[in-house]
């Protein structure tokens, strides 16, 4: 069946540069420090705890990871909402600042999985398949 309604418009989230400019210092730093660092500065930046996140998952790092990816994830959609977002619709993995928040929800479903929160980890890869199928093919 076609769904007869207009897709909402894609959310796009506002940049900002002094926080992408200290997680750009943070990557060279290469350390959790660093990345800790971001996300105390801009606790509402998602691309902080985005960087926490996937560093702890790659470090075995499982439920400080899963904690960071679920923050950066709650302060993505708070920033969503701020935008426009009613819920539903695209958030597009091409537009930068986006990412943060779809990284952290890549993650959270990893995460998730490895905890045994296999319902959990199905949904948030259902809603970053639907965020932007370009994010769950980039991410995985």
Known sequence: ??????????????????????????????????????????????????????????AGRTVPAYAYARTGYHRGLDALRRNGWKGHGPVPWSHEPNRGFLRCLYVLSQAAATIGESDEAARCAQFLRDSDPAAADALS
């Open 1 to 58: 069946m076609q769904n007869l309604l207009p897709e909402p418009p894609a959310t796009r989230l506002p940049a900002d540069d002094e926080a992408d400019k200290a997680l750009a210092e943070a990557r060279q730093a290469g350390t959790d420090d660093a990345y800790e660092g971001v996300a105390a500065r801009f606790p509402a930046y998602s691309g902080g705890w985005a960087a926490l996140a996937e560093s702890a998952l790659a």
